[in-house]
C-alpha cells in the first residue's frame, strides 16, 4: 500500500529556510492532491498547501509569501520550503494524500517529523 | 476563511458509552465537503469520515457522521477502548481548509 516518509534536516535557525520532502513508496505520484500539513506542539492542525500532481499548487494566506511546494515525480517525491522561520514554525510537518484524484480529505499520511527553529 | 468550532473540548465516558462530538461551521460547507479524524498521542491524524457521513475505508461501522445546516456531528454508539483519543473536524469546501481546535474523548 501506498506509504509517504518526510525527511529533513534537523534543527533550523530563525530566519532560515526549512526544508522537507516527501518520498512516496507503494504507488506513483502521479493524480491526487499532496499536502503539507503541520501540528504545533499539544496544538490543533493547520493546512499549510498543497500540489497537484501535474503542478499547480494553492497554499494557506497566511503563509503564501513565505511558502513553495514542488514535486519531482522521477523521484516520486514532493517537498516543502518554508522561508524566514521563526519559533512560530516549530511544529511536526505532515505530508499526506488526498482520498482520491479529486479535491479531496488526505486519507493517507506520514508519520510526522519534529521541527524545531531554535538560534 | 471558515471557522470551525468544536464541542466540548473534553468527553468523559466510559467504554461502551455513546459519545456524540460537535463541530459547528461559521458558514456554509458546500458540497457537505467536511471529514473527521482521530489522532492518538504521538500518531498521525485518521480519516474516518469524508463528505460529512461516508466512512472511509476501513472504519468500524460505529462511527458516523451527519450534518443539519451548519452544525456537524460525529457519533460513536458504543466506545471501544481504542477509541479513546483525540478528534478533529475539517471542512475542505473552501480554501483554506481549515480545522477544529479538537476535542478530547477521555476514559471516565
Known amino acids: 500500500q501506498v506509504q509517504l516518509q518526510e525527511s529533513g534536516p534537523g534543527p533550523v535557525k530563525p530566519s532560515e529556510t526549512l526544508s522537507l520532502t516527501c518520498s512516496v513508496s507503494?504507488?506513483?505520484?502521479?493524480?491526487?492532491?499532496w499536502s503539507w500539513i503541520r501540528q504545533p506542539s499539544g496544538r490543533g492542525l493547520e493546512w499549510i498547501g498543497y500540489?497537484?500532481?501535474?503542478?499547480?499548487?494553492n497554499y494557506h494566506p497566511s503563509l503564501k509569501s513565505r511558502v513553495t511546494i514542488s514535486v519531482d515525480t522521477s523521484k516520486n517525491q514532493f517537498s516543502l520550503k518554508l522561508r524566514s522561520v521563526t519559533a512560530a514554525d516549530t511544529a511536526v510537518y505532515y505530508c499526506?494524500?488526498?482520498?482520491?484524484?479529486?479535491?479531496?480529505?488526505?486519507?493517507?499520511w506520514g508519520q510526522g517529523t519534529m521541527v524545531t527553529v531554535s538560534p | 476563511e471558515i471557522v470551525l468550532t468544536q464541542s466540548p473540548g473534553t468527553l468523559s465516558l466510559s467504554p461502551g458509552e455513546r459519545a456524540t462530538l460537535s463541530c459547528r461551521a461559521s458558514q456554509s460547507v458546500i458540497s457537505s465537503y467536511l471529514a473527521w479524524y482521530q489522532q492518538k498521542p504521538g500518531q498521525a491524524p485518521r480519516l474516518l469520515i469524508h463528505d460529512a457521513s461516508s466512512r472511509a475505508t476501513g472504519i468500524p461501522d460505529r462511527f458516523s457522521g451527519s450534518e443539519s445546516g451548519t452544525d456537524f456531528t460525529l457519533t460513536i454508539s458504543r466506545l471501544e477502548p481504542e477509541d479513546f483519543a483525540v478528534y478533529y473536524c475539517?471542512?475542505?469546501?473552501?480554501?483554506?481548509?481549515?480545522f477544529g481546535q479538537g476535542t478530547k474523548v477521555e476514559i471516565k
Open positions: 507503494g504507488g506513483s505520484i502521479s493524480n491526487f492532491y
Open positions: 500540489i497537484y500532481y501535474g503542478g499547480s499548487t
Open positions: 475539517q471542512q475542505y469546501a473552501s480554501s483554506p481548509p481549515t
Open positions: 499526506a494524500r488526498s482520498l482520491g484524484d479529486f479535491w479531496s480529505p488526505p486519507d493517507i
